[in-house]
């Protein structure tokens, strides 16, 4: 895990935020990094760095989401870091075909957004998940296959998201604009 502590502090340390919301946010996060050798594991009680992923179809014209059984909303697929990963992008790709059953994802390098939230996850105990997401885009014609991690998956139109999906629709904005 050393290897993705490494890679988070390069990445966040390089990466240029959007908004000065999401630089205040990266700057958190290098905060946190820079005080905590543990900050990517999952054991980390007091808050641990998490990968996720907004995966668009070839088209870019609907984003796939998981109905998330612990927070029971419409999310972008993704999750904890796992000792084997050896960067965010790459923890955020194996969560995305985890939970897609999609191979052949392409993964943006750089983040996408970032986001801290509050909740109690695989540690039985509140704790807070700092979010890096990426842009992922699915194979022409890719077929979904929900996983256990999800109580459903679903393509929606970019036009017509789910109410109440947390931050996806500003991660759907900042992707169209990165795709041009």
Known sequence: MRQLHLDATSLLGGWSAPDPEQDALRHAYLGFLAVREDACLRSCVPGHLTA??????EA????????HPRVGRWLQLGGHCEPADGTLAAAALREATEESGIEGLRIEPSPLHLEVHPITCSLGVPTRHFDVRFLVVAPAG????????????????????????????????????RTG
């Open 52 to 57: 996720s992923a907004l995966v668009l179809d």
């Open 60 to 67: 870019r014209e609907r984003v796939l989401l998981t109905l």
């Open 142 to 177: 890719a077929r979904e296959v929900r996983s256990d991690e999800s109580l459903d998956l679903r393509w929606w139109p970019l036009s017509d998201l789910p109410e109440d999906t947390d931050s996806v629709p500003r991660m759907v904005e900042l992707a169209l604009a």
